[in-house]
């Protein structure tokens, strides 16, 4: 099994920072992947981030290009997501998750249904 633990959220004015992070454990191949999501009240879950550890092959909704950072730290377990510029839009519950392999990193949408294992999410809200 996989435990994902995610941390770093907070309340924040437009134009910030903020970077969570998500500590994981288990068995390792089962997170080859990992990837960050987000889920606003009424809308559907969407993957905002992921990265394939073996390669380091990273995938970024468009939305987000430029303002986040998706990285590792292999010896730490744990994965983090730099989010700079934020903007209200940007306001979610966000989750990490993982999976043995990446979707496709090539379509519009990051394939939820790949990922077996979440975190329980981190609260991230943005003020004009």
């Known amino acids: 099994q996989v435990k994902l633990v995610e941390s770093g959220g907070g309340s924040v004015q437009a134009g910030w920072s903020l970077r969570l992070s998500c500590a994981a454990s288990?068995?390792?191949?089962?997170?080859?992947?990992m990837g960050w999501f987000r889920q606003a009240p009424g809308k559907e879950r969407e993957g905002v981030a992921a990265i394939y550890r073996p390669s380091g092959s990273q995938y970024y909704v468009d939305s987000v290009k430029g303002r986040f950072t998706i990285s590792l730290d292999n010896a730490k377990n744990t994965v983090y997501l730099q989010m700079n510029s934020l903007a209200p839009e940007d306001t979610a519950m966000y989750y990490c998750?993982?999976?043995?392999?990446?979707?496709?990193?090539?379509?519009?949408?990051?394939?939820?249904?790949?990922?077996?294992?979440w975190g329980q999410g981190t609260q991230v809200t943005v003020s004009s």
């Open positions: 288990g068995y390792s191949y089962s997170r080859n992947c």
């Open positions: 998750a993982a999976a043995s392999f990446c979707p496709s990193f090539s379509g519009e949408k990051l394939w939820v249904g790949a990922f077996n294992y």
